[in-house]
Nanobody
Framework: QVQLVESGGGLVQPGGSLTLSCVAS????????MGWYRQAPGKQRELVAD???????NYADSVKGRFTISRDNAKNTVSLQMNSLKPEDTAVYYC??????????????????WGQGTQVTVSS
């Protein structure tokens, strides 16, 4: 069974930085896309950034130039470096994985896997 576990959330002042990390555990051959979503109170969950196994990047306009996503395919990890944080970045951040190929059935990749979420609060 594949699980996604996030770490690195917390409280930071505006203008500060945080790094989120996520590891996919379990028997995994490969993961096509890993990414980060966030959900603020009263709002829908939205994509922050994602990255394919080949290194194709995708960022929400609101975080371009401030956040950097990276991954280690061999370790099945993805990180999100967040700089110049703003109060509007406050949300629960979720790790996501799609196209997860597992030994149990390598012909049917698992999609839409989520971590438990980690809180990021930007406040003075």
């Amino acid at each position: 069974q594949v699980q996604l576990v996030e770490s690195g959330g917390g409280l930071v002042q505006p203008g500060g930085s945080l790094t989120l990390s996520c590891v996919a555990s379990g028997s995994i051959f490969s993961i096509y896309t890993m990414g980060w979503y966030r959900q603020a109170p009263g709002k829908q969950r939205e994509l922050v950034a994602d990255i394919t196994s080949g290194g194709i990047l995708n960022y929400a306009d609101s975080v371009k130039g401030r956040f950097t996503i990276s991954r280690d395919n061999a370790k099945n990890t993805v990180s999100l470096q967040m700089n110049s944080l703003k109060p509007e970045d406050t949300a629960v951040y979720y790790c996501n994985a799609d196209g997860v190929v597992v030994p149990a059935d390598p012909t049917v990749p698992l999609n839409d896997l989520w971590g438990q979420g980690t809180q990021v609060t930007v406040s003075s």
